[in-house]
């Protein structure tokens, strides 16, 4: 079924959001790649800390009286949620969000502060929006979906409208994908006013829902999804954004968890900018070569910075590790007097920093009269660790 949105619904979105939605400058040129110009669209500076705002506040905004005074209910990992609450507290109805169980407690606090009454499900998205609709039959709520319903779509499109309207000379934008609701707005925005502008797409490995539905030509539902972006765990992607992603979106690729990981930690190191998993995709794809955007001038929408700060703390390790800025060795050592001291004189030799070590006597895989030792490390790069490898080596040591 083809979605009936037209261009015009996306401009009387961002008239209704002249005064509401914060109009992110673009930043850039950075330097998150060595073959591209790259500019980013901050929308993690939003009010709410992400772009659900906008599609959350124009789809309220163009309810009814009768519908208004229902109240309305929503799904949501936890941005569409805060943008829902802090639309319908702006309009004076009340709101219901469910969300999984799962979602971080920041998002989840934030929400109730904006004046929703929240419904912690559990599961994932799907689960969440399956108890938003007993709900919404039970007490005659308005279903504020997150991103399969043309007003919402129409909201998240004016992201690509300023886009064209910043930079008119853009040649590719990058977009994260969950439901699909933002890049169905932002690539129709695009794709209708300038055509040959590049509009890409891209999702975690653990949940290429679009992916799969638009390569085997139908939609698709997955069995499960596992990401650490958890704005964009999504099994299914809805009807509307599935015609609109078809018609208007050149590829879409994914990154993986330990990709988006670095995204996240090269994104706060070298912009200053704190990005959720789901915001963080789209930079990932420039960073990792995912995408033919060699020599152009390419914009990637950061679409969220609610990230929970235990989580980040994780996040950023693992960063480190996979941008070789960390990493743990493992030993095997003679055990005997001065083997410790040798392997620290050595790392401390070629300029590794050691945070921890761990001599084990008891490890089934180290020989009967030896003994391992764990070392963890602060290095410069994959290169470094690759040559502090090779001294240990050199010395006589034997690096598993």
Do not use: W
């Not at 969300?99 to 969440?128: F, M, N, Q, R, W």
């Not at 040649?171 to 169905?184: D, F, R, Y």
């Not at 930079?283 to 990792?288: C, I, P, S």
């Amino acid at each position: 079924m083809a979605c009936n949105l037209p261009i015009s619904e996306i401009y009387r979105a961002a008239q209704a959001l002249r005064d509401v939605a914060r109009h992110p400058r673009l930043i850039g040129v950075t330097n998150l790649s060595d073959s591209a110009q790259v500019y980013l669209k901050p929308e993690n500076l939003q009010y709410t800390g992400s772009f659900k705002l906008r599609g959350a506040y124009y789809k309220i905004s163009q309810l009814s009286d009768q519908e208004k005074a229902r109240g309305v209910i929503a799904c949501s990992a936890g941005n569409h949620a805060q943008g829902v609450a802090l639309g319908a507290t702006h309009n004076g109805i009340k709101s219901v969000i469910c969300l999984p169980a799962g979602a971080p407690l920041s998002k989840v606090e934030a929400t109730k502060k904006l004046g929703a009454e929240v419904v912690l499900v559990p599961g994932v998205y799907d689960d969440a929006y399956q108890r938003a609709l007993e709900l919404q039959k039970e007490k005659g709520y308005t279903l504020v979906h997150p991103f399969d319903d043309p007003k919402v779509i129409a909201g998240q499109g004016t992201i690509g409208l300023e886009i064209l309207d910043e930079m008119p000379n853009v040649e590719a934008v990058i977009v994260p994908i969950g439901g699909g609701g933002l890049i169905s707005g932002v690539a129709m925005a695009i794709k209708e006013l300038r055509p040959e502008v590049k509009v890409y797409g891209v999702q975690s490995a653990g949940a290429p829902s679009m992916e799969e539905s638009v390569k085997g030509g139908h939609i698709k539902r997955l069995e499960q999804v596992s990401t650490i972006a958890d704005g964009i765990a999504v099994k299914e992607p809805g009807v509307n954004t599935f015609d609109l992603v078809n018609r208007y979106v050149d590829d879409i690729v994914t990154v993986t968890d330990d990709e988006t990981a670095a995204a996240i930690l090269t994104l706060i190191e070298r912009q200053k900018l704190i990005a959720e998993g789901a915001g963080a995709v789209s930079v990932a794809a420039a960073m990792f070569n995912k995408l033919p955007i060699e020599g152009k001038r390419v914009v990637s929408l950061v679409s969220g910075g609610n990230i929970d700060v235990n989580f980040l703390n994780r996040i950023i390790s693992r960063g480190l590790a996979k941008t070789g800025r960390a990493v743990t060795l493992t030993i095997d050592l003679d055990d005997k007097p001065g083997q410790l001291s040798g392997v620290c004189g050595v790392v401390g030799e070629l300029g590794g920093n050691i945070i921890s070590v761990v001599h084990d006597r008891i490890d089934p895989v180290a020989h009967v009269n030896g003994c391992s030792l764990r070392i963890e490390l602060e290095t410069r790069n994959a290169e470094h660790i690759q040559e502090i490898k090779d001294g240990l080596t050199q010395k006589g040591y034997r690096v598993r």
